[in-house]
């Protein structure tokens, strides 16, 4: 029976451990031009730990792909060294670190895209936010992206990930959940299109092939994971069959033989708020498809965790909101030790403060 804290293989990584830092937005980078600011170094730097596997937030590929002011990005060189710096501090603590790539697709705003229509596989209008300078607004109407573009978007994909791999990143994951661009295309109610990306989930996943073909021609199989949301419900995405649609994607990914597949368990709801009450249901059904290394994600506390790893259902946890308050959250769990409780209201914005001023549970802040 696997452990929560006994040593794993994940593509080209050997963990010593399964606790993961789930991606977590909390736009703080220096603006303008979204460079990745000396507090998230110490962010991602207190939370490494020897042999622990660390996923950055979104980062954006392109302007075009921009959704929340102040969210991470890597389209341009001047964004290199923040990224050094942040791959630097958790390799200083023996930890490895993937980098999130995101397209926000339709989930954005005219104010952050360079005043172009944010694009989506299709027009299909729906009641969202952006961030802006002036707070969260709602979203600008967008556009559906032309055959010829698309593969223009792919390119990007491509160009962040040999940034990545520039900056000492150790792994790139593709960010298909969420109800952004890539989920979009996935999924058949925000996917209307009637050429080859549209339609039967063999088009509709064509996209999705594309980028993960595209981080792969950089980084190798063994070093791309992709996260996907089955029955999310943030941005208004949906599917009229997930376990259909996911089952698919699931087995096209294993394909691949990528690293690992990152799985957003439906009982988180879009305010990242619980349904309670539900046991993790999405790595139930994708484990028959998918071979490699299952992270799963959403709500977990240390013993569910355990539990699912032990179920087999999964091989890892990612934690989101627990690791934000709590740096040392590997070595907490697996002593069994209280949790500092996180603060939601620092979660979007701010300064260091209910950020990187956690301390560890013995009361060190760069333990
Ligand atoms: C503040 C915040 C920002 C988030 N940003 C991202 C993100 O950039 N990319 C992503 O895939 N998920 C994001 N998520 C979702 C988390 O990765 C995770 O799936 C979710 O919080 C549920 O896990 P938890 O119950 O352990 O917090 C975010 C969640 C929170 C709370």
Redesign the pocket.
Known sequence: MASLFSSVKVGALALSHRVVL?????LRTIQPGDIPSPMMADFYGQRASDGGLE?I??VSISILARSYLG??AFYHDNQMEGWKAIANAIHAKGGFVFM?L?HGGRQSHVDMTGGVDPVAPSVVPFEGVALTEDGFVPVSPHRALDIEEIAGVIEEFRVAARRALEAGFDGV?L?G??GYLVDEFIQDGTNKRTDAYGGPIENRARFLREAVEALISVWGPDRVGV?I?PSGEWGGISDSNPEATFSYVAKVLDAYKIAYL?V??PR?KGD?T?HEGHPPVAVKYLRPHFTGPIIA????DGDSAQAVVASGDADLV???????SNPDLPYRLKHKLPLTP?V?AA??GGDHRHYSDFPTYDGRLNA
Not at 22 to 26: C, F, V
Not at 318 to 324: D, Q
Request: no cysteine.
């Open positions: 789930a991606p977590m937005t909390r996923i937030e979104g969210a991470a999130q995101i994951e960010h959940a969420n996260r949301s990152h957003i368990e988180v990242y619980l994600a959403g709500g977990f990612a934690f989101g909101r627990h690791f934000s996180y939601r979660f979007w």
